[in-house]
């Protein structure tokens, strides 16, 4: 029995007669993902009273649970959040058998590392002296750290368009080929700089009882970070110990890419990437988890504070405890300079959290097209 059939006939709400249709259609959508398949079955899970919107709005990349049909409560015990999950995984494996230079890792340990990628110790140290000009920013920045439209940065410019980072990025993207893919890498790509902190992110001006702090995390759970924070807090001050990049999580429903060139090295002290290479496979398992994580997200927002609300926005976050029940284990991605790694956001990662204050320079970016399910 399929992931989707087996799922939900555990949830005993079709009759034998649905979970057979349900199957039939799982089975074809399989080895072909067709929007005429997808809309046959999203009928018998949400029934027949979708309108065209809705439909173009399930068989978009739309992960907030803000949009309806996406926060009905309703269809998504019937599966509806579930069946994007599976339908969109069906489409990436098909489109990336259907891409020859790919590489066979995106899809199975969702890493793929490239080392010495400009193997030019010249070019590499001018790249990093551009990198030094931009503010200190991590996420992008209209006119300020956009690669594509910043001027005077030759070099930069030269990794954007010229290096081969370009096609290595593409490779491992649904529908790698399409105009919207290659518009989203110019778009997308530009100057990292994280500033990280030790302890889960906090400033280094905030005054606390540092060794009793670090004692503390490193037995609680994620849901007694929260009640640190007040413990440790100063004249009421509040104080956010938890970034929440740093809480694991899976970025959205379907296989999409994340990209860091790092042209210098960055250690387990630095706070690196963290990423459970098992988690990219889409398990009975997982399938669980989404299912009901979907539930909580679609019924006003009942699930634990500590996930915070990239939570509901379809990010969903993960307790240690949950990993471990899940059998997912976190391992930080450490890489010496001039390396590109590409990584398959779907699967479970996080900011690593830093041992010493540090900046950590990278080109960074994303893509993640409009319809995966189409």
């Given at each position: 029995m399929s992931l989707l059939t087996t799922v939900l006939k555990s949830k005993k709400i079709y009759s034998k007669d649905e979970l057979s249709q349900i199957e039939n259609l799982e089975n074809s959508l399989k080895d072909r993902v067709q929007v005429s398949l997808v809309t046959k079955l999203m009928k018998i899970i949400c029934g027949d009273n979708l309108s065209n919107k809705d439909h173009e709005v399930i068989l978009s990349a739309h992960k907030r649970f803000d949009t309806?049909?996406?926060?009905?409560?309703?269809?998504?015990?019937?599966?509806?959040?579930?069946?994007?999950?599976?339908?969109?995984?069906?489409?990436?494996?098909?489109?990336?058998?259907?891409?020859?230079?790919?590489?066979?890792l995106f899809m199975t340990e969702g890493i793929v590392t490239y080392n010495n990628f400009i193997n030019n110790p010249l070019r590499i140290s001018s790249i990093i002296e551009e990198i030094e000009k931009f503010?200190?920013?991590?996420?992008?920045?209209?006119?300020?750290?956009?690669?594509?439209?910043?001027?005077?940065?030759?070099?930069?410019?030269?990794?954007?368009?010229?290096?081969?980072?370009?096609q290595s990025v593409l490779d491992h993207c649904?529908?790698?080929?399409?105009?919207?893919?290659?518009?989203?890498?110019?778009?997308?790509?530009?100057?990292?700089?994280?500033?990280?902190?030790?302890?889960?992110?906090?400033?280094?001006?905030?005054?606390?009882?540092?060794s009793e702090f670090r004692k503390s995390v490193e037995t609680c759970s994620d849901e007694e970070l929260h009640e640190l924070s007040r413990k440790f807090s100063r004249n009421q001050e509040k104080i956010d110990i938890v970034?929440?990049?740093?809480?694991?999580?899976?970025?959205?429903?379907?296989?999409?890419?994340?990209?860091?060139?790092?042209?210098?090295?960055?250690?387990?002290?630095?706070?690196?990437?963290?990423?459970?290479?098992?988690?990219?496979?889409?398990t009975e398992?997982?399938?669980?988890?989404?299912?009901?994580?979907?539930?909580?997200?679609s019924d006003g927002e009942k699930?634990?504070?500590?996930?915070?609300?990239?939570?509901?926005?379809?990010?969903?976050?993960?307790?240690?405890?949950?990993?471990?029940?899940?059998g997912v284990r976190m391992e930080p991605i450490t890489v010496s300079a001039d390396t590109l790694i590409c990584g398959n956001v779907f699967g479970v990662h996080s900011r690593g959290d830093a041992r010493i204050e540090n900046i950590r320079n990278a080109v960074h970016g994303s893509i993640r097209i409009n319809t995966p399910i189409s």
């Open positions: 309806f049909p996406i926060n009905s409560l309703r269809m998504n015990r019937r599966g509806l959040h579930l069946a994007r999950l599976v339908i969109s995984n069906y489409k990436s494996s098909q489109d990336q058998k259907n891409t020859p230079t790919h590489n066979p503010p200190i920013l991590q996420d992008k920045s209209n006119g300020e750290n956009i690669i594509s439209t910043v001027s005077s940065i030759p070099n930069l410019t030269w990794l954007l368009q010229e290096s081969g980072m370009r649904i529908c790698n080929s399409s105009e919207e893919a290659q518009s989203l890498y110019l778009s997308n790509t530009f100057v990292q700089r994280v500033k990280n902190f030790p302890q889960l992110g906090l400033e280094s001006s905030t005054k606390l009882r540092i970034d929440h990049q740093k809480i694991p999580h899976s970025d959205i429903f379907f296989p999409a890419v994340k990209y860091w060139y790092f042209p210098q090295e960055v250690l387990v002290e630095h706070g690196p990437l963290t990423y459970a290479k098992n988690s990219v496979t889409l398992q997982l399938a669980e988890h989404y299912y009901q994580a979907s539930l909580k997200c699930y634990e504070s500590w996930r915070g609300p990239d939570h509901r926005e379809g990010s969903f976050r993960f307790s240690r405890d949950e990993l471990d029940a899940i």
